[in-house]
């Protein structure tokens, strides 16, 4: 199985703020790589995926970038309603898998 | 615009068979275009993936469970299902189903999760 590790598990950070975080996948994925957010209570949503392409209807402040095995997500400004759980997932073989999600945290 | 609603037992007792329902709106879930799958996430844990069932319904499953999942369509309902059979505690969990593309690897849209717990 490709594992997949996140960092860092959390971020605490500001509105305005530049966050990044990092995926790494455990072999190469070439750019086999989605990203989500997650809010409390809610089913995850679709941001990002083979790496950088941008999901319809996401603000372009996200922006994914890497390949190999290492990958990474930018929020360029972060809004109030970016504060949420992150998971990356890789999309080259089965089983799928995902990381195990950056909370990204009102400071 | 494809929309999924997930159905089904809250409780499950262990060692007995988890069978969740998706009904699938918006689309033909026989279609070409569409794979369909199931992912839980245990409260407060992070996402697992379990299953994948193709439009040509081929199956894939996550070798962890693969002894006891299956996954099926009912194109004569547009639903698909998820049945768990030997469920203990590590079972309980929000169980999402979701379209997966399989030209790109992604999941979307997803259900918007139902938890099943796994009781003594």
């Known amino acids: 199985d490709i594992q997949m590790t996140q960092s860092p598990s959390s971020v605490s950070a500001s509105v305005g703020d530049r966050v990044t975080i990092t995926c790494r996948a455990s072999?190469?994925?070439?750019?086999?790589l989605v990203w989500y957010q997650q809010k409390p209570g809610k089913a995850p949503r679709l941001l990002i995926y083979?790496?950088?392409s941008l999901q319809s209807g996401v603000p372009s402040r996200f922006s994914g970038s890497g390949s190999g095995t290492d990958f990474t997500l930018t929020i360029s400004s972060l809004q109030p309603e970016d504060f949420a759980t992150y998971y990356c997932?890789?999309?080259?073989?089965?089983?799928?898998?995902f990381g195990g999600g950056t909370k990204v945290e009102i400071k | 615009q494809l929309q999924l609603q997930e159905s089904g037992p809250g409780l499950v007792k262990s060692s007995e068979t988890l069978s969740l329902t998706c009904t699938v709106s918006?689309?033909?879930?026989?279609?070409?275009?569409?794979?369909w799958g199931w992912i839980r996430q245990p409260p407060g844990e992070g996402l697992e993936w379990i299953g994948i069932?193709?439009?040509?319904?081929?199956?894939y499953y996550n070798p962890s469970l693969k002894s006891r999942v299956t996954v099926s369509v009912d194109t004569s309902r547009n639903q698909f299902s998820l049945k768990l059979t030997s469920v203990t505690a590590a079972d309980t969990a929000v169980y999402h189903c979701?379209?997966?593309?399989?030209?790109?690897?992604?999941?979307?849209?997803w259900g918007q999760g139902t938890l099943v717990t796994v009781s003594s």
């Open positions: 979701v379209h997966w593309s399989m030209s790109a690897g992604w999941f979307d849209p």
């Open positions: 918006g689309g033909s879930i026989s279609s070409s275009s569409y794979s």
């Open positions: 069932i193709s439009y040509s319904e081929d199956t």
């Open positions: 072999e190469a994925l070439s750019s086999w």
């Open positions: 083979l790496a950088s």
């Open positions: 997932q890789q999309a080259k073989s089965f089983p799928l898998t």
